[in-house]
């Protein structure tokens, strides 16, 4: 009976460390080739920040993984309305919040995205949770795709524990 039970565990335990895990991808978008990965629990919000090339002042947008819809855009914060930035009607309302305009609410699903990485004074820079990449230092001039994949668990625990957000 106790061997049932061991083996019942074990078999629990390789199930759930083969359970396929969200987790944030970028890609290049001529080759395909994984670029970085970032597991992500679903409903967990990364944002990409970046310095507009006009106004020279910073923009942000704050999406998260969604099992059915991939990439949710939820809001964007900039300093001032400036070319290109502005309320897009019907999507989210704006607040002004001390030096930030922010669009809240926007809950638009992308899917995924391509992001053109602009040069190190553009600064395309991603935040999730307490990590910080600035994609521009690597990538300045590509074009990336953003986006969701599923990855086994034991898989996403492996490449953390060696440090390394390469796919």
Request: aromatic residues 8%; glycine residues 12%.
């Amino acid at each position: 009976m106790r061997r049932a039970i061991l083996v019942a565990l074990g078999l629990g335990l390789i199930a759930l460390l083969m359970f396929p895990k969200p987790q944030l991808v970028i890609e290049d978008a001529k080759g395909g080739k994984k670029i970085a990965a970032f597991p992500l629990n679903w409903g967990e919000q990364f944002e990409i920040c970046y310095i507009h090339s006009v106004d020279l002042t910073p923009v942000c947008e704050i999406f998260s993984l969604h099992w059915r819809h991939g990439i949710v855009l939820h809001e964007t914060y900039f300093r001032k309305f400036g070319a290109g930035m502005g309320h897009w009607e019907g999507h989210g309302r704006v607040v002004d919040e001390g030096e930030w305009i922010k669009i809240k609410d926007i809950e638009k699903p992308l899917g995924r995205f391509l992001l053109r990485v602009g040069t190190q004074g553009v600064d395309h820079t991603l935040r999730i949770g307490n990590t910080t990449l600035n994609l521009s230092k690597t990538l300045a001039g590509r074009l990336v795709v953003v986006k969701r994949e599923m990855d086994a668990l034991i898989r996403q625990i492996m490449r953390r524990g060696g440090g390394d957000h390469h796919g």
